[in-house]
């Protein structure tokens, strides 16, 4: 696949040139002639890396980094905005989504009101930009996408998110099966039936859209293309989509996925020096293996280090986006200890610039290791156990974790949150669905899985616990891929009933067990084991009339 600078640069157009050029894949004379009528607009269709950058830099705040990555800001909005998220009530989906807080009902009366008020604002741009793209890295289910937008900064984030065509799938792209209309510098009408803020995010499975308004992160982009293969590939191929990172051994050729919220430790522990990256965040596993979904990586920045992580600290380079990230404004060199502007620092850069990536970014062999990441802020579940198949399905369908400061609008510091699936924000159908495909998968294929907690040791986030070091998790993984702790010795941890190794190489052995590294006394710590069980415990009643007695039977015993 081509690098990200060496693409050929398809196009810097007036509208006249694009009605006028044959080999326009009909952008010009569908988008222009129905919408723009200006002549004076000029149209940047899948336009080269530098001319993204000179039109970037003009951009309010955009300036370019010490390593050579765009610094771009999104504005007041520097995370998703859940609330806002809506799903078009129509005909061929109303059946099939999983209507609710995750997906809201907006009438067909609305989109059209919000499609209607984003196309008149691209309409009034003089420069607009257009990125024509795949997302599914296997040809025989990936779904052509265009993203029609009015910031250099979105397009060039796209253009490394997804997967990139080459000039001859470019000359022959044809028709999209999505498109993406994304005007987020304006304001949603609040006066419309269902509207409760300026922002919208709204789907419309029926017309393969998506409309953006009122919000200028470049995540809802990412994320919304997510939401259309959690509904596609299960509905039209019998797919399992997944919100994971995934990895494959270099010799053994053993693959893992990685299942996790933001803020878990996807992209940071799939990317590893002694596996290849197949991807760092969406996949797909069908009956052939798993393919990502997208053609880049977005990575948090707060706190990164090349001593810590130096495949990603490394990427940041030309052609990669950094969002919302505070800098020195002399020597342009990024302070990625500073949360002052936003936790949520982000930076986005094609896959090939991970020296470990697997291209093409998909795999002919199923996992061998399921990796459930939670991030426990309350600082009482074991860095890692072992899961019966019963316990998988439960901790699956849960998806416990603490949501990351900065992640969403609000979110300030970790709250205990459960997410289905590990990516109730993305779902389009029911959890159980998912949660049944996964383990049919698991079972067909002999997957062995673990939870693995990333989060607090020692006590909570709240009483001067410590985030369990990375150096230990990667032992962990080490232990892990070379099969090691599969033949471990393990031991019962109470109330969740988890199996928990009592030695890993590398690891100190009282960190396995919280109860002995716990510090704040025997009966603070029953108390916050008894407490997050209970959490659990209510959280699954939402599922239990659809889970099977022995699934029931996987979680906390209080």
Not at 3 to 22: E, F, K, M, R, Y
Not at 136 to 153: E, M, N, Q, S, T
Not at 352 to 381: F, M, Q
């Amino acid at each position: 696949m081509p690098s990200v600078d060496t693409l050929p640069q398809v196009g810097v157009h007036s509208t006249a040139t694009i009605l006028n050029n044959p080999n326009n894949n009909d952008f010009g004379r569908q988008f222009i002639q129905k919408y723009l009528l200006n002549e004076d607009v000029l149209v940047r269709h899948n336009a080269a890396v530098p001319t993204l950058y000179e039109d970037g830099l003009l951009e309010k705040g955009t300036m370019i980094s010490s390593t050579g990555a765009l610094m771009a800001f999104s504005g007041k909005k520097t995370g998703r905005s859940p609330k806002d998220k809506r799903i078009v009530d129509e005909e061929t989906s109303t059946n099939e989504i999983w209507w609710g807080p995750v997906n809201k009902k907006v009438d067909e009366h609305t989109w059209l009101v919000s499609r209607s008020r984003a196309i008149d604002y691209l309409r009034t741009r003089q420069k607009l930009f257009v990125v024509d793209a795949y997302a599914g890295w296997d040809p025989r289910y990936r779904i052509k996408v265009r993203i029609i937008c009015a910031r250099a900064y979105h397009a060039l984030f796209m253009r490394n998110m997804l997967i990139r065509p080459t000039e001859e799938e470019l000359a022959s792209f044809g028709e999209p099966d999505f498109t993406i209309y994304n005007a987020g510098q304006f304001p949603a009408n609040i006066h419309t039936r269902g509207m409760t803020s300026n922002t919208s995010v709204e789907i419309n499975f029926k017309a393969m859209e998506m409309v953006i308004l009122g919000t200028e992160y470049a995540g809802e982009m990412k994320k919304g293309i997510f939401t259309v293969m959690f509904y596609l590939m299960p509905i039209r191929h019998k797919i399992l989509t997944l919100h994971s990172s995934a990895n494959q051994g270099v010799k053994e050729g053993d693959v893992t996925l990685f299942f996790g919220l933001s803020g878990t430790g996807k992209t940071t522990l799939s990317a590893d020096p002694h596996r290849e990256l197949i991807g760092d965040d969406e996949h797909c596993w069908s009956d052939h293996g798993v393919f990502n979904i997208e053609g880049g990586c977005y990575a948090k920045c707060l706190d990164l280090s090349g001593e810590k992580e130096p495949e990603i600290y490394n990427a940041i380079k030309f052609g990669a986006v950094l969002e919302n990230v505070v800098y020195d404004p002399e020597s342009r060199e990024v302070d990625y200890e500073n949360p002052n502007f936003t936790e949520n620092t982000r930076c986005s850069y094609p896959i090939e610039y991970i020296p470990s990536a697997k291209l093409p970014c998909l795999a002919d062999s199923h996992p061998k290791n399921i990796i459930l990441l939670t991030c426990d802020a309350r600082g009482v579940l074991p860095p890692v156990s072992k899961l019966t198949k019963a316990q998988v399905m439960y901790h699956f369908i849960s998806g416990y974790t603490s949501k990351m400061a900065g992640t969403e609008e609000g979110v300030t510091e970790p709250e205990a949150t459960f997410s289905a699936c590990f990516g109730q924000p993305f779902l389009a159908l029911h959890p159980m669905r998912y949660a049944q495909q996964l383990s049919d998968k698991m079972a067909e294929h002999n997957a062995t899985a673990w939870l693995l907690n990333t989060g607090w040791t020692g006590n909570s986030a709240a009483k001067g616990g410590k985030r369990c070091p990375l150096k230990y998790t990667r032992a962990i993984l080490d232990a892990i891929h070379d099969g090691s702790l599969a033949k471990a010795e393990y031991e019962t941890f109470g109330t969740f009933g988890l199996n928990v190794p009592v030695a890993i190489p590398g690891v100190p052995s009282e960190l396995l067990n919280p109860q002995k590294s716990w510090v704040g006394g025997e009966k603070e710590f029953e108390k916050e084991v008894k407490n997050l069980g209970t959490l659990f415990a209510e959280n699954f009643t939402k599922y239990s009339d659809q889970a099977t007695a022995e699934v029931q039977a996987a979680g906390p015993v209080l």
